[in-house]
Nanobody, 124 residues
Framework: QVQLVESGGGLVQAGGSLRLSCAAS????????MGWFRQAPGKEREFVAA????????YYADSVKGRFTISRDYAKNTVYLQMNSLKPEDTAVYYC?????????????????WGQGTQVTVSS
């Protein structure tokens, strides 16, 4: 069992930055691939970024490539999402997810555990 707790969301102006954190419980953190998804009102949950179990591979949605960076800290059992050059269309609830391999990075059903989400609002 893995419990995920996101933090770091908030209100920011367009062009600004936020860093989301996702703290994972348990000693099996390094066994899981980690991902970030987001869901805007009235829309389906969509893939944002993912990082492999070992951390050597990262994946991004085209809409965030070059602006967002995913990373993980094994000592802190935490995965991060650094978000720069934020746009109003990035406004959504952001969810952290953990998947036991094999995991296709952008496939929701491949992830076994989900956090409760953190709200990100970007004003224009």
């Amino acid at each position: 069992q893995v419990q995920l707790v996101e933090s770091g969301g908030g209100l920011v102006q367009a062009g600004g930055s936020l860093r989301l954190s996702c703290a994972a419980s348990g000693r099996t953190f390094r066994s899981y691939a980690m991902g970030w998804f987001r869901q805007a009102p009235g829309k389906e949950r969509e893939f944002v970024a993912a990082i492999s179990r070992i951390g050597g591979s990262t994946y991004y949605a085209d809409s965030v490539k070059g602006r967002f960076t995913i990373s993980r800290d094994y000592a802190k059992n935490t995965v991060y999402l650094q978000m720069n050059s934020l746009k109003p269309e990035d406004t959504a609830v952001y969810y952290c997810a953990a998947g036991y391999p094999p995991v296709l990075p952008g496939v929701r059903r491949d992830y076994d555990y989900w956090g409760q989400g953190t709200q990100v609002t970007v004003s224009s």
